[in-house]
């Protein structure tokens, strides 16, 4: 039994609006064509999503291609930035290395990392449970990368982010054993950091 961890596509950035209800954009709806080409989406016997809106539109694309509801999980959100709201890009840049490199402590408000990672890695374990086939866990980037450091028994590290919205890894179910790094949409890959 597979797990394919997904990240959303790109969304539509709006300063004025709380960040889990952005949705997607344009450009991210039209990238999820490449989603549901991926050629494990008929293996698929669930779909699994954070209730963030930008996740569940692109969970609900992949679960309509794939026959299947969608679950959500509100666990499955992103790291609780609430504290800071909108960030400008570099500043939120800025801020995110320092939530990875300094995992034990609440960099401006935001969750720690530690907590991050735990209450998401139980999230997934919980949207795997009692599957009998492959399924899909529909979520963030940084979570993402909190969840891959997990299973690969290493430190919290940003070099096992995302390259990218809207990418995706996958791990074997019974074994927790990494099959593949993260791979953007459109197939470009990235195990190069992971050394795989």
Known sequence: MQIYVVTHAEVAVDPAVPVPEWGLSAAGRARLTHLVAQPWVPT????????ERKALQTAEVLADAAGLPVGVDEELGENDRSSTG???????EA???AFFARPEESVRGWERAVDAQRRFVAAVQRAVAGAT?????????AVGALLLCS???VPVDRRYDQP????????DA???RVLHGWQRLDGA???AALGL
């Open 44 to 51: 698929l016997t669930g779909v699994v999503s954070s209730a």
């Open 86 to 92: 909108y960030l400008r890009p570099e500043e939120f």
């Open 95 to 97: 801020v995110a290395d």
């Open 133 to 141: 086939g492959d399924v899909a866990v529909v979520a963030h980037g």
């Open 151 to 153: 299973l690969l028994g």
């Open 164 to 171: 990218g919205q809207g990418s995706f890894f996958r791990f």
């Open 174 to 176: 019974v074994t927790g």
């Open 189 to 191: 890959v990235r195990d």
